[in-house]
């Protein structure tokens, strides 16, 4: 052919595949509107239904009956909305969609589609069994956690955090490093849901650990405001190798030590040579009073360090009198570092006050 | 004479569980689904008591929460918080703004009602 | 004899222009394929990844979102209503009036109740234009507007970063909208990989003609004007996709200066961004990528394709045209300052790929658009190629072009899909095609100019930007 030819059947190549991509578009556009519309319709006089079932004393047998009785095909459009209840109430009204839930088979078919070999099936089946909020679906969500997709780990730490018991806390420190990881944030949430039985596992973590796993022990002790860690959590503020793990201990020992903390935190405070672990313990020193304290801060406001001299003002306002004392002394002495610390801790301390909200937003440091 | 409550969530199904319940407990309902409507509710209605989500969008229920104690015409309402966030400082930064109770969701319908009752009758006294 | 070199030298140029549209096109497709593949992904991670889980999270890190503003009475409530808005759990929102010589200060007074604070400025990154005063504000919490004397976008941005309290720094335009949500997508990579994750950015979305109703853009429609409409499909095209495509194989480059989220410490570490460019945006995250190639440092920088920073675009020729001589003076002079990068395997993809093709297929694009098209006519009309030639070039130049961003727009609507109305997706059609035909070839030559002034060395310009505001519904609510 010559290669005028060419050149025309590529004219009409590209003026077709532009045409076949606005059809796609036309198409994708016209379904997905459809399919939007036809959810509404399905679900709209259910919605009343659902909600006269989660409201009711006694199981409304007619609701109950209508729901269960529902053709699959519409009964799949709100399955997973129905799923999503069980995340906003408990108590009776969760107790109903439960057994809703069962009549139609959700949870069998739930249970079956874990094993199934789409991702995607895998995890929402595990998000959907997590909201049921059964103890006995642990083991499976503990075992999904090794899953090859990381949607479907994600899902299954986060189910533990609904179901977890501490037997479920080995295996959820166990996916912050490696090669089948969760994110720690998630990690962290589902250990701090699963409470304060946690807290012996995560004692152990807490010097055996990896940098990872040590921090978000640390992080989720303080949480769950564990006082039998308190020992554990002070030897790693003093010892722990590294810096991001010794900031987090000292922050956790602050949220949940008692009066033998201040001891290390005032230590911590003095000597650590790491400024965020410093700044961490003056932070966490704003929760305790006495003598010893003002006077570490009233060191501390006069460091070089923007960090330090910073934290340590935000600190002195929250020990009453005292505090308010030696900022007052500092501010009257321009000549020095710390009078523009006491002074910016001061007014702001005033204009909290003022407004009537609390100072969280001082120091995000 | 009913009590007035208004119900302030911007996720539908809480809003209309809440509606329908408290309607059949024999309360007067109205509902809101963001900050600005809850707050133009208030101010209109006068209820005696506010269910408020902490994490509504554009205003939260701890700002509504707050400007409704800083008005005088609102400012004796009883204000009950809801929200998925279980925080100590946001249990604390809750209560610091005025909130009569705070409910964690997920949370049983029936224990909610009963806690309302429990407000409206302590301030009746 | 010389007649004969030269006509073999317009001859070699013009198939060597034909190639090199064949290139560029082709290049754009392989992105959007990449950009596919992200897209997929993340669209079916959707419903597993649920953003309620993170806004209850108390561990979700603090960020500090910094507006550099200068002479924007006309938005600046509304962008900072949007800002305060956001759906996060710990946010801060630091406004630097980089010494408006309008009212943006008063707007912001009277809308936000602002009080003087005297606040210590940390002093962690040198300053040019100083600091006068630090307000916050009686009704908003969280809210900073820091009064500094001018000394440009960078130089503000800079000061922000000082003040900053937060450990992640979100850096917007004064007149950018933030989705609602926008913040917990783009904080998602720094919560899966905490480790490694330095930076990350979002996508650019035109807001002109939408309605914006208690800070959030309700009404999604495009455009009335034709210029901003084809900006709609060139940034679908260049930034939804391109960016998204090249964050997927690793080698992202630029974060827009409208939407970017980075480590602060980083930030300290870098020493703020560069006031004497006029890049800054680029060329923080090519000091970025230095650092930690420096330091054998294992690092990512993201781009997440469904967060939206809505902005305003051009929508006259003038001020278009200066916005584009701007960019490519930018581009210029951050590929000069960082060229030890170019094809040094030191700097992985980054050097042997991202920064390679941003020098042939962007910054010196307008000079094979402008002369190779007229030397292709010269070429036609001294006969030395032929018509069929001609008709491969219109083909490929413009044809496949047309191709490309109507692809572009076929992948929005199977992903995204922000546009709902028939007419919007007529109009974004005839906008595929005047892009190419005619918006192109006009933006190649102010890109050209851009080039030019980079390399002559001559004063940057930055020009007015007539702000319209933006198109908001109903009466002023509280902030």
């Known amino acids: 052919m010559s290669f005028a030819a060419h050149s025309v059947i590529a004219l009409y190549a590209v003026a077709i595949v532009v045409m076949l991509l606005v059809i796609l578009m036309a198409v994708a556009r016209s379904v997905r509107l459809r399919r939007r519309t036809r959810t509404e319709r399905i679900a709209a006089p259910l919605r009343p239904m659902l909600i006269r079932l989660m409201a009711a004393d006694e199981i409304d047998e007619d609701a109950l009956e209508t729901l269960v009785r529902l053709p699959d095909s519409e009964w799949h459009a709100i399955e997973p909305r129905v799923f999503a209840l069980l995340d906003k109430v408990r108590g009776r009204a969760a107790e109903a969609i439960d057994g809703l839930l069962r009549s139609r088979g959700a949870v069998a078919r739930s249970l079956d589609e874990t094993t199934s070999r789409g991702a995607v099936k895998r995890a929402n089946a595990i998000v959907r069994l997590a909201s049921l909020r059964r103890r006995e679906y642990a083991g499976i969500f503990e075992r999904m956690l090794q899953d090859a997709d990381k949607d479907v780990r994600r899902a299954a730490a986060v189910g533990l955090g609904k179901v977890g018991r501490p037997e479920s806390v080995a295996p959820l420190l166990g996916c912050v490093t490696g090669r089948r990881t969760v994110s720690p944030l998630v990690i962290g949430d589902a250990l701090a849901r699963i409470g304060p039985g946690a807290a012996e596992t995560l004692a152990v973590m807490l010097k055996s650990g990896t940098l990872l796993q040590r921090k978000l022990a640390a992080e989720v002790l303080g949480r769950v405001g564990a006082t039998s860690a308190e020992t554990a959590l002070a030897g790693a503020a003093r010892t722990d190798p590294a810096e991001k793990v010794r900031a987090t201990a000292v922050e956790a020992l602050g949220k949940v030590g008692t009066w033998d903390a201040v001891d290390t935190l005032l230590d911590v405070a003095v000597a650590d040579p790491a400024v965020p672990v410093r700044c961490a313990a003056i932070m966490a020193l704003a929760e305790h009073s006495g003598t010893g304290v003002v006077a570490t801060l009233e060191r501390a406001l006069g460091d070089n360090d923007y960090d330090i001299a910073h934290v340590a003002a935000y600190a002195l306002t929250q020990l009453g009198l005292a505090g308010r004392d030696v900022l007052e002394r500092a501010a009257a002495r321009p000549e020095l570092s710390a009078a523009g610390h006491a002074t910016e801790a001061l007014a702001a301390a005033d204009l909290d006050e003022q407004l009537g909200r609390r100072a969280t937003r001082r120091v995000l440091v | ?125 | ?479």
């Open chain 2, 1 to 125: 004479m009913a009590a007035t409550v208004l119900v302030a969530d911007d996720d539908p199904d809480i809003r209309d569980l809440l509606e329908f319940k408290l309607t059949h407990c024999g309360y007067k309902v109205h509902v809101a689904e963001d900050g600005p409507s809850a707050l133009a509710a208030a101010l209109e209605y006068k209820p005696d008591l506010a269910v408020l989500d902490i994490m509504m969008p554009v205003m939260s229920g701890l700002d509504v929460a707050r400007t409704l104690r800083e008005n005088h015409e609102t400012a004796a309402m009883s204000i009950l918080m809801l929200t998925a966030r279980a925080q100590e400082s946001d249990v604390a930064r809750g209560f610091g703004v005025g909130a009569d109770d705070y409910v964690l969701k997920p949370f049983s319908p029936r224990e909610l009602i009963s806690r309302i009752e429990a407000i409206l009758t302590r301030v009746a006294r």
């Open chain 3, 1 to 479: 004899m010389i007649r004969d070199s030269l006509v073999w030298l317009l001859t070699t140029f013009d198939w060597f222009v034909l190639i090199y549209f064949v290139a560029i096109n082709t290049s754009y497709l392989a992105l959007i394929v990449f950009a596919i593949f992200s897209f997929k992904d993340h669209l079916r991670r959707a419903p597993i990844a649920r953003l309620e889980d993170i806004y209850a999270n108390p561990l979700a890190p603090p960020v500090s979102v910094l507006m550099p503003a200068y002479n924007e009475e006309a938005g600046i409530v509304e962008s900072v209503r949007a800002m305060l808005a956001l759906r996060y759990p710990a946010l801060e929102v630091v406004v630097i009036d980089d010494g408006s010589s309008d009212g943006t200060l008063d707007r912001l007074d009277e809308v936000f109740d602002l009080v003087a604070v005297p606040r210590v400025q940390p002093g962690r990154i040198p300053l040019k234009g100083d600091v006068i005063t630090v307000f916050e504000s009686r009704l908003a919490d969280g809210l900073v507007v820091v009064q500094k004397r001018n000394g440009g976008r960078a130089d503000a941005l800079n000061v922000g970063i000082d003040f900053a309290r937060s450990e992640l720094i979100c850096m917007v335009d004064a007149d950018s909208i933030l989705d609602p949500d926008a913040l917990l997508h783009v904080v998602q990579p720094f919560l899966d990989d905490p480790e490694n994750v330095v930076g990350s950015g979002g996508v650019v979305r035109v807001v002109n003609d939408k309605t914006v109703k208690s800070g959030r853009v309700v009404d999604v429609h495009m455009p009335h004007k034709w210029l901003p409409r084809i900006q709609v499909v060139e940034y679908l095209r260049a930034f939804l996709l391109g960016r998204t495509g090249w964050s997927r194989i690793g080698t992202l480059m630029i974060v827009s200066g409208a939407f970017g989220l980075f480590r602060r410490d980083l930030l300290f570490e870098l020493g703020g961004l560069d006031t004497a460019t006029i890049g800054e945006d680029a060329e923080l995250v090519m000091r970025l990528h230095h650092l930690m190639r420096q330091q054998h440092r294992e690092y990512k920088i993201v781009f997440v394709s469904e967060p939206v920073s809505w902005t305003e675009v051009p929508d006259t020729n003038a001020v278009l045209a200066r916005q584009r001589r701007r960019w490519s003076r930018g581009l210029a002079e951050v590929l000069w300052k960082h060229r030890s990068v170019m094809l040094n395997p030191r700097y992985g993809r980054v050097g042997m790929l991202g920064a390679p093709y941003y020098l042939v297929f962007e910054l010196l694009a307008p000079i094979v658009e402008i002369f190779g098209v007229l030397a292709v006519v010269a070429g036609l009309w001294l006969g030395l190629v032929n018509i069929q030639f001609g008709i491969v070039f219109a083909l490929v130049a413009v044809g496949y072009a047309v191709l490309i961003s109507v692809t572009a727009l076929a992948v929005e609507e199977l992903s995204f899909h922000r546009y709902d109305d028939w007419a919007d997706l007529r109009i974004a059609l005839v906008a595929a095609v005047l892009e190419n035909f005619g918006y192109r070839q006009l933006t190649a030559v102010w890109r050209l100019q851009g080039l030019w002034a980079a390399l002559r060395g001559t004063a940057p310009e930055w020009g007015v930007m007539t702000r319209k505001g933006f198109n908001t519904a109903g009466a002023e609510a509280q902030p």
